[in-house]
């Protein structure tokens, strides 16, 4: 009976095929590294570390478009009826209409009014009502107007329609809002007195001509 031997034929295989394994393996893993490392990668990972950024910046925005929209329903947005008056740590108004509660470690609430509040300006002196060791929503806020020396008299009563619990991100999108509302407002104004300027000059210089035209036809004449 004939016998075959394969041990030494599984051998030579084992010698032939592994070395062909491990360089194919090789050559697998450093074609993924090039992959990995190549510019279309290292942008796709970039852009997935950059989506959850970029997804809560338009959340950002479309918040504060919200707010900012004509006829918005500030109390809906609203996130807590009244405010410990013990951590307001400071008051920033921005305009005739918005007002910033500062709560410290970065936790601030926007007061956003329907219409103008009559006297407030940025950076303006405030008043605001306290009942029980809390400013809630409905309570008045009023501007403090100097007069003379060390005198402080209020303006009107503006009623608070809501406290909306902002982020940092929205805040800075509310202030370049609101400096970007203040910008507009004074280039319409320029705009507007230059135009006024242009038809006065235009009136004094047809009032000219028509003066000149005038003397000569009596110097014709």
């Known amino acids: 009976m004939l016998t075959t031997d394969f041990t030494k034929r599984s051998y030579l295989l084992r010698s032939i095929i592994g070395p062909g ?4 393996g090789l050559a697998l893993s450093f074609a993924a590294n090039t992959l990995a490392d190549t510019p279309n ?11 959850p950024v970029l997804a809560e910046q338009q959340a950002a925005e479309q918040r504060v478009e919200a707010i900012f929209a004509d006829g ?23 305009d005739n209409q918005t007002v910033v509660f500062d709560m410290g470690r970065k936790d601030n609430y926007l007061v956003r009014f329907k219409r103008q509040c009559f006297g407030l300006r940025r950076d303006s002196a405030i008043s605001y009502e306290i009942h029980g060791g809390r400013l809630c929503r409905l309570d008045g806020i009023r501007s403090l107007e100097h007069w003379g020396i ?8 503006c009623s608070i329609p809501a406290f909306i619990k902002v982020s940092e991100a929205e805040l800075e999108l509310v202030e370049a809002k609101v400096d970007a509302a203040r910008a507009a407002r004074i280039a319409q104004r320029d705009a507007q007195k230059a ?4 038809a006065k000059e235009a009136r004094e210089q047809s009032k000219e001509q028509a003066s000149s035209q005038t003397e000569d036809s009596l110097v014709g004449g």
């Open 41 to 51: 990668a290292q942008v796709t990972e970039a852009s997935m570390a950059a989506a």
């Open 21 to 24: 394994l491990l360089a194919g």
């Open 195 to 198: 135009a006024r300027r242009a």
């Open 150 to 157: 060390n005198r402080l008299v209020p303006g009107p009563r």
């Open 72 to 94: 918005a329903d500030v109390a809906a947005l609203g996130s807590d009826r009244c405010l410990p008056s013990r951590r307001i740590r400071g008051v920033d108004v921005l």
